[in-house]
């Protein structure tokens, strides 16, 4: 069972930018599809942006030309740089494959933006 563990949310000023990392145990992150995930209080856990094996990437359209989401096979991570923050972007962030697999969600990574 493979367990997601994210970092590098934080508080920002609207218009700020935050880069979170995710990293996990063994080789598999470098291998298959992975996503960026987001859920905000009293709203459903959403997709953000999503990476394939190949790199080819796609985003939500709330946050597309704002976020850019990578891999480093080397390192096994991926990344989601997250710049002209607003405050509807506060949420936690979660990383998992895509599509997520219920049993891997880590603990999150908070993200609050001010206004």
């Known amino acids: 069972q493979v367990q997601f563990v994210e970092s590098g949310g934080g508080l920002v000023q609207s218009g700020g930018s935050l880069r979170l990392s995710c990293a996990a145990s063994g080789r598999i992150i470098s291998i298959v599809p992975m996503g960026w995930y987001r859920q905000a209080p009293g709203k459903l856990r959403e997709l953000v942006a999503g990476i394939t094996s190949g790199g080819t990437t796609n985003y939500a359209d709330s946050v597309r030309g704002r976020f850019t989401i990578s891999r480093d096979n080397v390192k096994k991570t991926v990344s989601l740089q997250m710049n002209s923050l607003k405050p509807e972007d506060t949420a936690v962030y979660y990383c998992?494959?895509?599509?997520?697999?219920?049993?891997?969600w880590g603990q999150g990574t908070q993200v609050t933006v001010s206004s």
């Open positions: 998992n494959f895509r599509p997520a697999s219920a049993t891997s």
